[in-house]
């Protein structure tokens, strides 16, 4: 089922954690699996923000093996050495669990090739690198997961996350969402749905290059937008595009940088409310998620099956 929410502040900046945070544990009915933020913050833009992973938090009904945190230590010092050869300088560094880290580094070469050779140690993925997205994923409610990372202070301009129940792949971190845009920089994918030409999709943009890390068919999404990105395309184009390239059934929400984006199909099966005003767009699989920030009296609407949005800050 899985729950999706996102808000969008034009022209200034709030406690988006904590909002994000509310209009999550909201849909915490729609998906106790875990959670995920994605989080445009106020840094500063002078460096890339890089949060990877060296293992799994382990859930239950997982068929990933404990493994002792010496062993994520060793791919922890592997990511370091792969990051000194790449020349990436690494101005700050934070443990967040034995298994994830946030790093903050200078970098001026080309994203897919870090990416690329920083993924090639076993069992490292980037969650995502940007100047301002701080993605964040793990095994819990939107309370728990919020809490682990201290995100309820994370000041910025917008957001988007997801409260997932595991359906079509297990219950582990690679599998939750949300989806970095690999190779782009502060971009992130977050699905409510399920697409039936996941396989198809994939076998094709897998032959052109792209990367998947998960067998997640929400991670299609991610995909498929960044490829054609790499192609030319606007976000919005990009999205546009996958209305047909994508089958199924889906709602689906997109976040760089400056805009906040949502796509929904054409048979318009998974629900979606919106709420906009001058200076604020907040949106969720149920009501229940807006009113969790705005409670006062408000109106929102269903956008239409087949429509695209895309909101700047």
């Given at each position: 089922?899985?729950g999706i929410?996102g808000?969008i502040h034009?022209?200034?900046s709030s406690?988006?954690?904590?909002?994000?945070?509310?209009?999550l544990?909201?849909?915490k009915?729609?998906g106790?699996?875990?959670?995920?933020?994605?989080?445009?913050?106020?840094?500063?833009g002078?460096n890339?923000?890089?949060?990877?992973?060296?293992?799994?938090?382990?859930g239950?009904?997982?068929?990933?093996v404990n493994?002792?945190?010496?062993?994520?230590?060793?791919?922890?010092?592997?990511?370091?050495?792969?990051?000194?050869?790449?020349g990436?300088?690494?101005?700050?560094?934070?443990?967040?669990?034995?298994y994830?880290?946030r790093?903050?580094?200078?970098?001026?070469?080309?994203?897919?090739?870090?990416?690329k050779?920083i993924?090639?140690?076993?069992?490292?993925?980037?969650?995502?690198?940007?100047?301002?997205?701080?993605l964040?994923?793990d095994?819990?409610?939107?309370?728990?997961?919020?809490?682990?990372?201290?995100?309820?202070?994370?000041q910025?301009?917008?957001?988007i996350?997801?409260?997932?129940?595991?359906?079509?792949?297990?219950?582990?971190?690679k599998?939750?969402h949300?989806f970095?845009?690999y190779?782009?920089a502060?971009?992130?994918?977050?699905?409510?749905?399920?697409?039936t030409?996941?396989?198809?999709?994939?076998?094709?943009?897998?032959?052109?290059?792209?990367?998947?890390?998960?067998?997640?068919d929400?991670?299609?999404?991610?995909?498929?937008?960044?490829?054609?990105?790499?192609?030319?395309?606007t976000?919005?184009?990009g999205?546009?595009?996958?209305?047909?390239?994508?089958?199924?059934?889906?709602?689906?929400f997109v976040?760089?940088k400056?805009?906040l984006?949502?796509?929904?199909?054409?048979m318009?099966?998974?629900?979606l409310v919106?709420y906009?005003?001058?200076?604020?767009v907040a949106?969720?699989?149920e009501?229940?998620?807006?009113?969790?920030?705005l409670?006062?009296?408000?109106?929102?609407?269903?956008?239409?099956?087949?429509?695209?949005k895309?909101?700047?800050t």
């Open positions: 089922m899985c929410a808000l034009r022209g200034k406690n988006v954690g904590e909002e994000l945070q509310h209009m544990q909201a849909l009915h729609r106790p699996d875990s959670t995920g933020y994605a989080l445009y913050a106020d840094n500063d002078q890339f923000i890089l949060r990877f992973k060296v293992g799994e938090n382990v239950e009904g997982s068929t990933s493994e002792d945190e010496s062993v994520y230590n060793e791919r922890k010092k592997a990511v370091d050495k792969k990051l000194s050869e790449l990436a300088l690494v101005v700050k560094e934070e443990k967040l669990t034995p994830s880290y790093y903050e580094i200078k970098f001026d070469k080309d994203l897919m090739d870090f990416s050779t993924e090639s140690i076993q069992s490292v993925e980037i969650l995502s690198i940007g100047k301002s997205l701080e964040i994923k095994l819990g409610d939107a309370t728990v997961v919020s809490e682990r990372y201290g995100l309820s202070k994370v910025g301009t917008h957001g996350g997801h409260a997932r129940m595991a359906t079509e792949s297990g219950v582990d971190i599998s939750a949300p970095w845009g190779p782009f502060d971009v992130s994918v977050v699905h409510n749905g399920q697409l030409n996941y396989w198809n999709n994939r076998r094709v943009l897998e032959n052109k290059g792209m990367r998947f890390m998960s067998e997640c929400s991670e299609l999404i991610a995909v498929f937008l960044a490829e054609r990105m790499r192609k030319g395309a976000l919005e184009e999205m546009k595009e996958s209305l047909t390239g994508l089958d199924g059934v889906f709602t689906y976040a760089t400056d805009s984006g949502m796509a929904k199909d054409t318009a099966a998974k629900p919106l906009e005003s001058d200076d604020l949106m969720g699989s009501e229940i998620a807006i009113r969790s920030i409670p006062q009296e408000i109106d929102t609407y269903d956008p239409f099956d087949g429509e695209v895309v909101w700047q």
